[in-house]
C-alpha cells in the first residue's frame, strides 16, 4: 500500500496503521483523490510574502525538519528562486567566511591562518585585497560549480538508477541542502567544519526524499565522485612513483 503523504510503499495491507517513513495516517484513497504526485506541493521559499520572513522560514525548515522539507519540496517548480536561495546565503557565508579568515590572520591563529606567503604565484599580493576579489567574483562561482555539481550527482544517479523525477529535482535538492549550511560560516572556528558536515546529511536526505530511493543509493551518489577523486589521485600517485625514477635513471 502507497502512503498518500508521501508515495512509498509502506508494506501495509489495511489502512490501519501508520505510514513507517513519515508517520501519516494510513487512509482508504478515495475514487476522485488526486495522488501525491499530482497534488500541488510548495515550499516556504516559493510562496508569496516577505524576503526575509521566506529566507528564515526555508532555511528552518531546511535545516532542521529536513525529510518533511525535501518530502513537501516541488520537483517541478523552475530553478529560478532556488538559485536566488542559494546565491543570497552561499554570499552571506563567503562574506562571513572571509571576515573571520582576515581576523585568523590578524592574530597568527594556528591551523585557521591562511599563509599565502608560502604559494608563489600569490605571494606579492595582500590577503585582504584577495579574499575582496574572491567575495566580489563568488556569485559567479556559486552559479558555475551548482550547476556542475548537480551534473555529476545527476550522473551518478542515473548510474545507480536513482534519477526518478529528473535533472530538476536533483537541482532543486542539491540547492537547499547546499545552501542552508553556508550559514554555519556565520560561527567562527568551527562553523566551516560543522556546516560541511551538515550538508552532507541535507544532501543524501535530499536525493532520498526527492527521487524516493532507498538511503543506500543517495549516500553512495553522493559519495560516488570522492571515491573516484580517490582513485584517480591514488593512480596518479603510482603512475608518477614509476615514470618518475624512470626518468631520471635515463638522464
Given amino acids: 500500500m502507497l502512503c498518500p503523504k508521501c508515495a512509498r510503499e509502506t508494506g501495509l495491507v489495511s489502512n490501519a496503521d501508520k505510514c513507517p517513513h513519515c508517520g501519516a495516517q ?8 488526486p495522488s501525491p504526485e499530482t497534488t500541488d506541493k510548495i515550499i516556504t521559499w516559493d510562496d508569496q510574502g516577505s524576503i526575509l520572513t ?9 535545516m532542521f525538519h529536513p525529510t518533511r ?36 590572520n590578524a592574530l597568527h591563529i594556528p591551523f585557521l591562518s591562511m599563509e599565502i606567503e608560502k604559494i608563489p604565484f ?37 548510474v545507480l538508477g536513482g534519477n526518478k523525477k529528473g535533472f530538476e529535482a536533483t537541482f532543486r535538492s542539491f540547492v537547499y ?19 560541511g558536515i551538515w550538508f552532507i546529511v541535507l544532501v543524501i536526505i535530499g536525493f532520498r526524499e526527492t527521487h524516493r530511493i532507498s538511503t543506500g543509493k543517495a549516500v553512495l551518489a553522493y559519495f560516488i565522485p570522492l571515491i573516484l577523486c580517490i582513485c584517480l589521485t591514488c593512480g596518479l600517485a603510482v603512475l608518477a612513483a614509476i615514470l618518475i625514477p624512470a626518468f631520471l635513471t635515463s638522464r
Fill in 69 to 104: 522539507f525535501f518530502n513537501q519540496m516541488p520537483t517541478k517548480a523552475g530553478i529560478g528562486k532556488p538559485l536566488i536561495y542559494i546565491l543570497i546565503l552561499g554570499f552571506i557565508g563567503i562574506v562571513f567566511g572571509a571576515s573571520w579568515q582576515l581576523l585568523y
Fill in 122 to 158: 600569490l605571494r606579492n599580493f595582500p590577503l585582504h585585497l584577495l579574499l575582496g576579489a574572491w567575495v566580489i567574483v563568488s556569485p559567479l562561482f556559486i552559479v558555475i560549480m551548482t550547476f556542475v555539481m548537480t551534473g555529476i550527482y545527476h550522473l551518478c544517479l542515473m
Fill in 54 to 62: 521566506r529566507l528564515f522560514n526555508t532555511w528552518r525548515e531546511s
Fill in 26 to 33: 494510513m487512509t482508504m484513497a478515495m475514487p476522485n483523490t
Fill in 177 to 195: 541542502a547546499g545552501a542552508s549550511p553556508s550559514l554555519f560560516n556565520i560561527l567562527p572556528f568551527c562553523g566551516a567544519y560543522v556546516g
